[in-house]
């Protein structure tokens, strides 16, 4: 059954007017459309408190700042809230962003059902990842899915894993050499394991400790 309530969350014209199209041809009646994260949430708010809550979501990541001063400044930022306001709603994220890294973490963190990245066909996309989300599926272009497998192919040693499992222990980097030497694990040293760290995360695409760990505990590593 296709999405009834859609919110469309998007401060460029010209990408809405693709959405607008796409939502047309798949004769969703009376989308609403917001330029500010601010306005979609409160928009959110409304709806669950008279009963009528939005079926679908979709956003973009990026908003320009203007002389409209915003609390929820973001795409990502605005998902988590909505999540928090309506746990079961779904999200179709509509942007430029192209990095492995951050729609990894979209999925993993925010529960994302959808993505579709602006492009030279993306009205194709659009329709074909509103339809999968409406039928209770996910959807990620496949082009989106190489990184990952490739990134999955890293070989973590016993100490890759140590190092990384007391991270997500809480246990804070700088104090990782006192219980590797407690543990007769070598190397120790600080410098050490940062730099390995950094060696892990440069191969896995990844800029946080966060998301390393994140993408261990989804495949089962630590």
């Known amino acids: 059954m296709m999405f009834e309530r ?3 969350a998007e401060d460029q014209e010209s990408t809405s007017i693709s959405v ?6 798949l004769n969703i009646e009376d989308p609403e459309y917001v330029f500010y994260c601010d306005d979609a949430f409160a928009r959110i708010q409304k709806a669950n408190k008279i009963g009528q809550p939005y079926d679908l979501l979709i956003t973009d990541l990026s908003f320009e700042e203007d002389h409209y001063i915003q609390k929820i400044v973001d795409g ?11 746990p079961g709603l779904k999200v179709l994220v509509f942007s430029a962003e192209g990095n492995p890294a951050v729609i990894d973490a979209l999925i993993k963190d925010l529960g994302i059902n959808g993505y579709v990245r602006k492009a030279r066909h993306d009205a194709k996309e ?11 599926n996910r959807y990620f272009p496949a082009q989106m899915k190489v990184p990952i497998k490739e990134r999955n192919t890293y ?15 809480g246990v804070k980097q700088k104090e990782i050499p006192e219980y590797l030497q407690d543990q007769d694990i070598k190397p120790s040293g600080l410098s050490s394991i940062e730099k390995r760290l950094n060696l892990i995360r440069d191969v896995l695409g990844f800029s946080t400790n966060e998301q390393l760990i994140a993408y261990c505990k989804d495949f089962k590593i630590i």
């Open 76 to 86: 990502a930022a605005l998902i988590r809230a909505a999540k928090d306001e309506q």
């Open 6 to 8: 859609v919110l469309i």
């Open 126 to 136: 659009l329709r074909l990842a509103i339809e999968a989300i409406a039928k209770g």
């Open 155 to 169: 070989d973590f040693t016993n100490y890759d894993t140590t190092i990384i499992a007391l991270l997500a222990n």
């Open 20 to 25: 607008r199209k796409t939502i047309e041809d």
